[in-house]
């Protein structure tokens, strides 16, 4: 599980009690607090409730529901079938190699196999050289390479000037599958490219009940309608296979791309995980082996935390098209030799991002250090850049900067002529919304509440910092910069047993729209003193006692925070994820503290709960 650092003067958010609780619990054979955390999440009724805690392939939504999946499905079923050639153009992230491999293989599957290689191929852009999306020149050379259906994925709903550079070519279609934002003209109406069709799940006028689909998940939704396409409703046992297979590449794009793991995003991403650990797929084999996760018991976190980087690494430090490779055209041998190059990538990709972590934390210092010396109020809103910080890390720089100070952060890889910048947010304060207000500055700049990037120049900026700090100023509240950790309920400690913990694995998968759930427990004891544990010495394990339940609790990377203000005999209150620590063939429950209160008793302050919650912490459990 990922291991974060413990913040200071944390929010606590408990979830009202739930009426009908213990009602559910017994239709549904679980315990009260599963029953909770599923009323929590709005999941009432009984049938909804039983799909959430057994996640079928069955409660996929048709394909033919998908705008613009049908038409897309019978053209491309049409170049199979006339031996065309075809190139897919897919994002450099997890969500483009993924939804590009499912193409990949399912046109190989339909068009019979490995004869069928020379006929269809990838193409992924350079993320530096070329960045985000279809790429005008890139198209044209495709064009000019013989193609006659080009289909981009995870990408391409605004490429408006570039889907027109291939209309004019002419002799080629453009198919267009994405789920990113769709341009909205002066109108207030949709521009969509001009192409043979684009397959997305917000088109105007859709009816599809999925409009969080990652890229890889329209890409697999269309596989399905190609084989459709080719031999109607009754797939042939080959295909049915490929489908399966496909569900552990949608599994890793979807769970990569933080859509909300809720609804069919859910069941793709659990049937996919189940389908990873028994893949056949040469490419993905060799990712698992060379991430140590051969044959092992797969979740969300590995996915996210294991899988996802070393695809992204070859990304970010150089090309993707390695990644695309590995996950379809390499043999075995060539598969592993990726493998191993992927996650030498990585380790160099940790050692860059851990290099310049450390000097964005030096400049963070220095600005702090001259704005008290010049008598200014801290500043809301993190911006810095610096020569030489490379461009491709720099995202995940400034997550890392929002997790340390619960600012949002913006980190820019200053070059001679340009400076590219990435951004990340805390809740609340809009990103996108922020860079326009001081667009004046800035070459470009695109995202969303929370992520964006941008270009600036670098004689512009100290100007874009300056206007980004009074916009902070005036946008970013106190309580933006308390993170907030939601609660489900309080419990008594000795319901926390190995089968709830297991019970609660039913939630999962976890992520985006589904998140952990987290739990408190009031008033326990620390019946010694805390012991700092863990090869850097940064893990705090405390043991807790509520009446007769007596249980160990740690806390990653929070010795430092908590270690002096600890004793024995102290009352504390703790925000917990409880989970199984297995060792030596024996498995215990284990909490994995998120935010520690001491109680007033013991001369701390404690987060108020709402006074209902307390109330029904027994009733609940």
């Not at 092992?296 to 980087?309: R, T």
Request: charged share 20%.
């Amino acid at each position: 599980m990922r291991r974060t650092k413990m913040v200071a003067n944390r929010r606590w958010t408990i979830a009202p009690p739930q009426e009908g609780v213990h009602e559910l619990a017994r239709r549904l054979r679980v315990a009260p607090i599963v029953a909770q955390i599923m009323l929590n999440r709005g999941i009432r009724g009984d049938e909804e409730c039983m799909q959430f805690l057994s996640p079928s392939p069955k409660m996929l939504h048709d394909p033919g529901l998908l705008p613009g999946a049908t038409a897309a499905a019978e053209r491309i079923a049409a170049a199979i079938r006339g031996n065309e050639s075809i190139v897919i153009y897919g994002d450099y992230d997890v969500d483009g190699i993924t939804a590009s491999s499912i193409l990949w293989h399912a046109i190989k599957t339909l068009g019979g196999g490995d004869a069928w290689v020379g006929r269809v191929s990838t193409y992924v852009p350079h993320r530096i050289d070329e960045g985000y999306g279809l790429n005008a020149e890139a198209l044209k050379q495709i064009c000019a390479g013989g193609a006659n259906l080009i289909i981009s994925v995870d990408c391409g709903v605004t490429a408006v000037g570039p889907a027109k550079a291939v209309r004019e070519i002419g002799g080629v279609d453009l198919i267009i599958t994405d789920h990113h934002e769709m341009h909205v003209g002066v109108d207030g109406n949709v521009e969509l490219p001009d192409c043979h069709t684009v397959v997305h799940p917000r088109l105007p006028g859709s009816e599809y009940p999925n409009g969080n689909l990652c890229g890889a998940g329209v890409a697999f939704k269309l596989a399905w309608a190609i084989g459709r396409a080719m031999h109607g409703s009754q797939l042939p046992e080959d295909y049915k296979q490929f489908l399966r297979e496909a569900t552990a590449l949608c599994a890793l794009g979807t769970i990569a791309d933080v859509v909300p793991l809720v609804g069919e995003n859910r069941v793709i991403a659990a049937y996919g995980l189940r389908c990873l650990k028994e893949t056949r797929l040469t490419g993905l084999r060799a990712l698992l082996a060379g991430s140590r996760l051969l044959n092992e018991k797969l979740d969300a976190y590995d996915i996210g935390f294991k899988l996802a980087p070393r695809l992204n690494a070859c990304g970010r430090m150089g090309h993707a098209k390695l990644a695309s490779e590995l996950l379809t055209v390499a043999t075995e041998a060539r598969a592993m030799e990726i493998a191993t190059f992927l996650d030498q990538q990585n380790r160099e990709r940790q050692a860059t991002e851990k290099k310049i972590v450390q000097e964005a934390l030096e400049e963070v210092e220095r600005i702090n250090a001259a704005n008290t010396a010049a008598g200014l109020p801290d500043l809301r809103v993190i911006v810095v850049g610096k020569p030489g910080w490379h461009p491709g890390v720099i995202g995940i720089v400034a997550s890392r900067l929002v997790d340390r100070f619960c600012k949002p952060a913006i980190v820019v890889a200053m070059g001679e002529e340009l400076g590219l910048g990435s951004a990340r947010s805390v809740p609340g304060f809009h990103l996108a919304e922020a860079l326009a207000a001081c667009t004046t500055h800035l070459v470009s700049h695109g995202g969303h509440e929370m992520a964006a990037g941008l270009k600036v120049k670098p004689e512009e900026f100290a100007a874009f910092s300056a206007a980004m700090a009074e916009y902070a100023r005036q946008h970013v509240t106190d309580d933006m910069l308390r993170p907030e950790v939601k609660l489900e309920c309080d419990v008594a400690l000795s319901s926390v047993s190995l089968e709830l913990v297991k019970e609660m694995g039913r939630l999962g998968p976890f992520g985006q729209g589904n998140r952990k759930p987290l739990l408190a427990c009031r008033k326990l004891e620390l019946v010694a003193d805390p012991r700092v544990v863990g090869k850097d010495g940064g893990t705090l394990q405390l043991q807790v006692r509520q009446g007769q339940a007596l249980m160990k609790a740690v806390a990653f990377n929070s010795a430092a925070l908590w270690v002096d203000k600890l004793k024995r005999g102290m009352l504390i209150d703790l925000a917990f994820e409880p989970s199984l620590n297995e060792y030596n063939g024996f498995v215990n429950v284990e909490l994995q503290v998120k935010d520690i209160r001491i109680c007033p008793e013991s001369g701390g302050a404690v987060a108020e709960p709402d006074a209902a919650a307390v109330e029904a912490a027994a009733a609940v459990t």
